[in-house]
T-cell receptor, first 113, second 117 residues
């Protein structure tokens, strides 16, 4: 157990639907990162939060949004889902934005049918 | 923009032998971190080893060591005494050390390592 908890582990949904992925960072970690892993694109950085504030954005689609709550857990919202959104979504956490080490969760496997 | 390249999509090694995975990167920065992550079939991303660019000494973690060549922008991973449990996807990753608030990792495409008994 890495200490980073992601739920659900698997999610199957239909095109056009909306889903929410949840991440609880490791105790004491203030920074949360979301990554998408797909076969064709590899591991892509989506967005980063630090202590509730958005800090950086990567290749995140406008249909996707995220937030970090006061208790530091984070949610990634994916809407108007398309087949191409099927991927493994990882959350990672670290103590501070520039801390060298990341701890990854086990990911959420999203399948859009 | 920074990029990370892993030129070996797949590698194979005999159990107890040594294997080296290659990684090159492109950056105009002088201070950064480099990482190797392992992703076994369980899909968990596990940090194997990290290297700070300002350190000349190559990092070592038990059977894992790196050959960091800053001028050549090369960062290879050597696995000694390979074990069956080393079979996994290995990702090389880069992140800038400074640069405001951005701390995201940039990953290579990965190298799939098979270990033969």
């Amino acid at each position: 157990d890495s200490g980073v908890t992601q739920t659900p582990k698997h999610l199957i949904t239909a095109t056009g639907q909306r889903v929410t992925l949840r991440c609880s960072p490791r105790s004491g970690d203030l920074s949360v990162y979301w990554y998408q892993q797909s076969l064709d694109q590899g591991l892509q950085f989506l967005i980063q939060y630090y202590n509730g504030e958005e800090r950086a954005k990567g290749n995140i689609l406008e249909r996707f949004s995220a937030q970090q709550f006061p208790d530091l857990h984070s949610e990634l919202n994916l809407s108007s889902l398309e087949l191409g959104d099927s991927a493994l979504y990882f959350c990672a956490s670290s103590v501070a934005p520039m801390d060298g080490g990341y701890t990854f969760g086990s990911g959420t496997r999203l399948t859009v049918v | 923009a920074q990029t990370v390249t892993q030129s070996q999509p797949e590698m194979s090694v005999q159990e107890a032998e040594t294997v080296t995975l290659s990684c090159t990167y492109d950056t105009s920065e002088s201070d950064y971190y480099l990482f190797w992550y392992k992703q076994p079939p369980s899909r968990q991303m596990i940090l194997v080893i990290r290297q700070e660019a300002y350190k000349q000494q190559n990092a070592t973690e038990n059977r894992f060591s790196v050959n960091f060549q800053k001028a050549a922008k090369s960062f290879s991973l050597k696995i000694s005494d390979s074990q069956l449990g080393d079979a996994a996807m290995y990702f090389c990753a880069y992140r800038i050390h400074y640069g405001g608030s951005q701390g995201n990792l940039i990953f290579g495409k990965g190298t799939k390592l098979s270990v033969k008994p």
